[in-house]
């Protein structure tokens, strides 16, 4: 990863408000994936900061607002 | 064995007198549990001498010096979590201190035997505590009903009336609710799910005040560590993770009980303090522990990196052994279940992952080779996805229980696998009271 990379797009899920509706998978299929029962498995490490917007419409089109985007800090 | 490094619960009491070196702290390991019960306030201060007042940031520099980590199961350094609650206590409102008395690991009796013991080291630890964070306000989680309530209620009347705003609460005996940010809500809503990891205790806890949350026996040793100094605490156990430790070894033993420890003994010294030898499967560290090969971890010294290392957990400082027809399958498969019935049931980790496990893990007993398929599928998509530790420790202990089933044991598993069964003995583990955790209609 590039020195660039510190200034990622971080992900993070409330696990008691999440309902696995899983419109955030659908909105940005390349950074989560949906476990078994639906629950999003979220990226371990920041995404690229090309994927900020997109970030952002997952987490609006959850319906209980159970994801939050945030930027990695350098 | 060891003699010196031990302290049994099952000592026979004996007439108490003065310690014999009360201005410089007991010598040797019999540290938390005296000879025999001291529940009355004279004989406790007789015994322990008086807690000298000591100005706040003293007593933090003091536990920072004497290394003292938390014997809850989280093993955090005690002196970080108190100036994390004394800074946020700068505050208008002062901060609270909790004193977790539930012991909510049923694999565990420590705190139990030491509330029994020493009540009043308890008490004396969670006012010291209090003046180290600048608390008001001191609550005692016990468990409903439990004997740890009615020992510290009346150990408290004892002592009168005191600066410090003191109460016994008791909450509901459900697995979860030992949580930390489970215990906090509890105090403020009277419901008993964990909180989540967003909102930290120590900034906002009980009414919104800076919550220092700590564990019955991590008090006790608050309340020696101020007598009689970190020199003195650290004279005892291994450097890296001083003073003494309680364990409790229970399951297929000729003696279970609870042991106080120099922390750094060996898992073979301890066990034959209950008059067990190290061979056969055990448990250590909780129902959230990891399985071991006593035979494998004998040498393994009883600290928390240690047990890190050799591939297991301190937790809560448990051993449950399992008799030498014991069954693993059987036995984890009992744990996973009712981990999957006491969880909270707020996340999706919680509510499927926990009984999908349970049930495979019961089919692998069955002798179904797909469900070890769909464990090694399932455990890391579980782990450390729900809001509390909950969900991992069930994943802990199943793929723990896997290693050790794959290592020399492996006959074991190949025995179920082609279906002749295992005539194990009864099950050992103790798992407590089974009591779903709902939400609680207000």
């Known amino acids: 990863m590039n020195a660039r990379s510190d200034n990622g797009v971080v992900l993070t899920v409330d696990p008691i408000a999440c309902r696995a509706h899983g419109l955030c998978a659908e909105e940005l299929p390349e950074g989560i994936s949906l476990d078994e029962w639906g629950y999003p498995i979220l990226p371990s490490r920041p995404l690229s900061r090309k994927l900020l917007r997109r970030a952002k419409s997952a987490a609006a089109a959850c319906p209980v607002l159970a994801l939050r985007v945030s930027r990695s800090r350098g | ?184 809500r509890f105090l403020n809503t009277g419901d008993a799910r964990p909180l989540g990891r967003l909102a930290p205790v120590w900034e906002s806890g009980v009414d919104g005040r800076p919550t220092l949350v700590d564990n019955a026996e991590t008090l006790a040793q608050l309340a020696l560590i101020a007598r009689f100094g970190e020199r003195w605490f650290r004279s005892v156990g291994s450097p890296e993770e001083p003073g003494t430790a309680l364990v409790t070894v229970g399951g297929a033993v000729p003696r279970p009980g609870v042991v106080e420890i120099g922390t750094g003994t060996t898992i073979r010294t301890i066990l034959a303090a209950a008059g067990a030898s190290p061979t056969g499967w055990a448990l250590i560290g909780g129902l959230a522990g990891r399985w071991v090969d006593l035979a494998v971890i004998a040498t393994t010294r009883f600290t928390t990196a240690d047990l890190a290392a050799a591939g297991a957990v301190r937790g809560v400082g448990s051993i449950i052994v399992l008799p030498t027809n014991g069954c693993l399958l059987t036995e984890t498969a009992r744990v996973l279940h009712h981990l999957a019935d006491s969880g909270a049931r707020q996340c999706g980790p919680c509510i499927f992952g926990l009984p999908a496990i349970a049930a495979d893990m019961s089919a692998l007993a069955a002798g179904d080779r797909m469900a070890l398929t769909r464990l090694r599928r399932r455990l890391p998509t579980i782990d450390r996805r729900g809001a509390c530790a909950h969900p991992d420790g069930a994943v802990a202990v199943a793929a723990s229980a896997l290693t050790v089933l794959g290592g020399p044991e492996s006959s074991h598993l190949r025995q179920h696998l082609s279906h002749h069964g295992c005539r194990a003995a009864a099950p050992v583990v103790p798992l407590g009271v089974v009591n779903p955790t709902r939400a609680v209609s207000r």
Request: hydrophobic content about 40%; proline content about 7%; charged content about 15%.
């Open chain 2, 1 to 184: 064995m060891n003699a010196s490094s031990l302290s049994t619960a099952s000592t026979a009491g004996q007439n108490l007198s003065a310690h014999p070196d009360s201005t410089s702290g007991p010598i040797g390991v019999a540290r938390l549990l005296p000879p025999a019960r001291i529940t009355l306030w004279p004989e406790h201060q007789r015994y322990y001498g008086p807690v000298l007042p000591t100005s706040a940031p003293s007593l933090a520099d003091l536990v920072r010096a004497s290394g003292l980590r938390g014997r809850g199961g989280a093993g955090f350094p005690t002196a970080t979590k108190i100036d994390a609650v004394a800074s946020g206590g700068g505050r208008p409102r002062g901060a609270v201190v909790v004193a977790n008395c539930c012991e909510g690991d049923p694999t565990a009796r420590k705190d139990r035997v030491l509330i029994t013991r020493a009540p009043h080291l308890v008490i004396d630890g969670a006012l010291v505590a209090a003046s180290a964070v600048g608390a008001d306000r001191v609550v005692f989680a016990v468990h409903q009903g439990s004997r740890s309530g009615s020992t510290l209620r009346a150990a408290l009347a004892e002592r009168g009336a005191a600066a410090t705003a003191v109460s016994v609460v008791e909450v509901p005996h459900r697995f979860v609710a030992s949580e930390a940010s489970a215990l906090v």
